[in-house]
């Protein structure tokens, strides 16, 4: 596609439950990261892939978090017995790292909501 | 990574230029200075990044500091569609962003 397409774009859930979130990178573009970003600060690094595999997942908080690439395109960012805490937008970004200055294109995000 | 500091917001007339400075007096000799912005709702975009020299694009021109401790970023018009957080960003190689808290630029009509 044109862009980086996250889904959902809202999600509300209750605390305890599973939250899958799922992330369409540009086609060609080998890195993927996912960020997530709570009101009034700037996005927080979580994990970056690079093909299949997780280069850097530094980020993420606890092991409560998990994300997958598994053919080395779509991604998903599994969240578990979710917490308040965890109430924030997720983005993801992708980029060919060949090109340039690696620029990173970003997804609108997905907004997710625990009760 | 190289600690920056930018004001929490500036505000500025629509089709005035708009100066966003930056310090990162911590920058590394190798580090790229990137600059995304985040327009409301949205993702962060990319604006413009250089290394030592000035740099223009069609969105922004980049000014650094001879001894690379600080940079400004230069709308040379703003637009109303220019509203939105401003990041700073010294980068290493192609290592993962790091975002501060950024810049919020008002424009007004």
């Known amino acids: 596609g044109a862009g980086v397409s996250q889904t959902p774009s809202n999600k509300v859930t209750e605390k305890g439950k599973y939250v899958e979130l799922r992330c369409d990178p540009i086609?060609?573009?080998?890195?993927l990261y996912w960020y997530r970003q709570s009101l009034g600060q700037g996005p927080e690094f979580l994990i970056y892939?690079?093909?299949?595999?997780?280069?850097?997942d530094s980020g993420l908080p606890n092991d409560r978090f998990f994300a997958v690439r598994p053919e080395g395109s779509v991604s998903t960012l599994k969240i578990q017995r979710t917490e308040r805490g965890d109430s924030a937008v997720y983005l993801c970004?992708?980029?060919?790292?060949?090109?340039?200055?690696?620029?990173?294109?970003f997804g609108a995000g997905s907004r997710l909501t625990v009760l | 990574d190289a600690k920056t500091t930018q004001p929490n917001s500036m505000e500025s007339n629509e089709e005035e230029p708009v100066h966003l400075p930056c310090n990162h007096s911590?920058?590394?000799?190798?580090?790229?200075i990137h600059w995304y912005r985040q327009l409301p709702s949205q993702g962060p975009e990319y604006v413009i990044h250089?290394?030592?020299s000035n740099v223009n694009n069609r969105m922004a021109s980049l000014a650094i500091a001879e001894d690379r401790k600080s940079s400004t970023l230069i709308l040379h018009r703003a637009t109303l569609r220019d509203a939105a957080v401003y990041y700073c960003?010294?980068?290493?190689?192609?290592?993962?962003?790091?975002f501060g808290k950024g810049t919020m630029l008002l424009v007004s009509p």
């Open positions: 970004a992708s980029s060919h790292p060949l090109s340039g200055a690696n620029v990173l294109t």
């Open positions: 892939f690079q093909g299949t595999g997780a280069a850097d």
């Open positions: 086609s060609g573009h080998t890195a």
């Open positions: 960003i010294p980068r290493a190689g192609y290592s993962t962003l790091t």
């Open positions: 250089g290394l030592t």
């Open positions: 911590t920058i590394s000799g190798t580090d790229y």
